[in-house]
Nanobody, 113 residues
Framework: QVQLVESGGGLVEAGGSLTLSCRAS??????TAWAWHRQAPGKKRELV?????????TYPDSVKDRFAISKERTKNTVYLQMNNLKYEDTAVYYC???????WGQGIQVTVSP
């Protein structure tokens, strides 16, 4: 059974930093690309970071140079380092394993202006 469990969310002031973690089980961690998506109230879910099997990363312009995705094989964990957070980064963040089409339960990130 595939399980993706996010942690590390919370409330932070604008300009602050947070690191989200996604611990995976029940799947072949190294065989899939990984991504983080987010969904703000009233908006569509959007991709914020992706890391391929080989470690190549991609980001939309809205978070480029502020967010960084990484993965640690020995811990079956994917991370999202978020720096210089802005009010508009407020959303529920989701971890996603592409090969399995599996989503985490989501975790709230709230940035106060």
């Amino acid at each position: 059974q595939v399980q993706l469990v996010e942690s590390g969310g919370g409330l932070v002031e604008a300009g602050g930093s947070l690191t989200l973690s996604c611990r995976a089980s029940g799947l072949a961690f190294t065989q899939t690309a990984w991504a983080w998506h987010r969904q703000a109230p009233g908006k569509k879910r959007e991709l914020v970071a992706r890391i391929s099997r080989t470690g190549s990363t991609t980001y939309p312009d809205s978070v480029k140079d502020r967010f960084a995705i990484s993965k640690e094989r020995t811990k079956n964990t994917v991370y999202l380092q978020m720096n210089n957070l802005k009010y508009e980064d407020t959303a529920v963040y989701y971890c996603y394993a592409e090969l399995n089409n599996a989503w985490g339960q989501g975790i709230q990130v709230t940035v106060s202006p």
